[in-house]
């Protein structure tokens, strides 16, 4: 595992790597890599830092776990490359945004648009196992993961956190309230999304805040 960080982000978190938790997560990724069959790409574990700066970041979705099937994960949360199906969370994503803002379904689900826009696509865990969900869960992910959202949520003001479903909305213990947006819903699974993701019209809460903090809204 590369631990090539984009530099503003290996500014921020730079003891973060010298601490004995990070030092075993590396070396177990290392080992997982080298005799199982991991996702994302190794050179894409960190390729939601790599697109989006820390002093771009305007927008933060936080997901669980990368996608565990062939050819689907990239590095961004909810994001599949041209020319995979949209996963079931992903089309209720934008299905969502078509009802909110009324713009039609992408061609393809890569979010790479939304991260160079200032969008953090974070996962809680960097890396899964193929076809075993979870399976990279309580390994130092976490930790890490929870790190970065807490020191971005205290160096930067004006942030929207979007928070959906349960495990996501745990995270809301490390984002001062008075210094950005949350906003939280269902998660956007066809498990859930009926239950209050629909309808949640985060879209367009997000730009009509960084419009208000004299940001550039995103062009969902």
């Given at each position: 595992?590369?631990?090539?960080?984009?530099?503003?982000?290996?500014?921020?978190?730079?003891?973060?790597?010298?601490?004995d938790y990070f030092k075993n997560l590396v070396s177990f990724v290392k080992e997982e890599y080298g005799t199982q069959k991991v996702f994302p790409p190794g050179k894409l574990i960190f390729n939601a830092f790599e697109k989006t700066p820390v002093e771009n970041v305007k927008v933060v979705i936080l997901g669980q776990d990368p996608y565990h099937g062939d050819g689907q994960a990239h590095g961004l949360s909810f994001s599949v490359l041209p020319g995979i199906r949209f996963p079931p969370s992903l089309l209720n994503i934008l299905k969502e945004i078509k009802s909110d803002l009324g713009k039609d379904l992408p061609p393809n689900g890569d979010l790479t648009r939304w991260a160079k826009q200032g969008v953090f696509l974070l996962n809680a865990s960097l890396t899964v196992r193929?076809?075993?969900?979870?399976?990279?869960?309580?390994?130092?992910?976490?930790?890490?993961?929870?790190?970065?959202?807490?020191?971005?949520?205290?160096q930067r003001k004006g942030i929207v956190f979007l928070l959906w479903g349960a495990f996501a909305q745990k995270k809301a213990a490390l984002i001062p309230s008075d210094r950005h947006l949350i906003l939280k819903a269902p998660h956007p699974s066809p498990l859930s999304a009926h239950r209050g993701f629909f309808g949640c019209k985060h879209f367009s809460q997000t730009n009509e805040y960084l419009v208000s903090q004299g940001k550039e809204p995103i062009e969902w």
């Amino acid at each position: 595992m590369d631990v090539r960080i984009e530099p503003s982000w290996k500014d921020m978190l730079g003891d973060t790597f010298e601490q004995d938790y990070f030092k075993n997560l590396v070396s177990f990724v290392k080992e997982e890599y080298g005799t199982q069959k991991v996702f994302p790409p190794g050179k894409l574990i960190f390729n939601a830092f790599e697109k989006t700066p820390v002093e771009n970041v305007k927008v933060v979705i936080l997901g669980q776990d990368p996608y565990h099937g062939d050819g689907q994960a990239h590095g961004l949360s909810f994001s599949v490359l041209p020319g995979i199906r949209f996963p079931p969370s992903l089309l209720n994503i934008l299905k969502e945004i078509k009802s909110d803002l009324g713009k039609d379904l992408p061609p393809n689900g890569d979010l790479t648009r939304w991260a160079k826009q200032g969008v953090f696509l974070l996962n809680a865990s960097l890396t899964v196992r193929a076809h075993q969900a979870g399976s990279h869960q309580g390994k130092g992910w976490e930790e890490f993961t929870d790190e970065v959202i807490s020191r971005l949520a205290n160096q930067r003001k004006g942030i929207v956190f979007l928070l959906w479903g349960a495990f996501a909305q745990k995270k809301a213990a490390l984002i001062p309230s008075d210094r950005h947006l949350i906003l939280k819903a269902p998660h956007p699974s066809p498990l859930s999304a009926h239950r209050g993701f629909f309808g949640c019209k985060h879209f367009s809460q997000t730009n009509e805040y960084l419009v208000s903090q004299g940001k550039e809204p995103i062009e969902w």
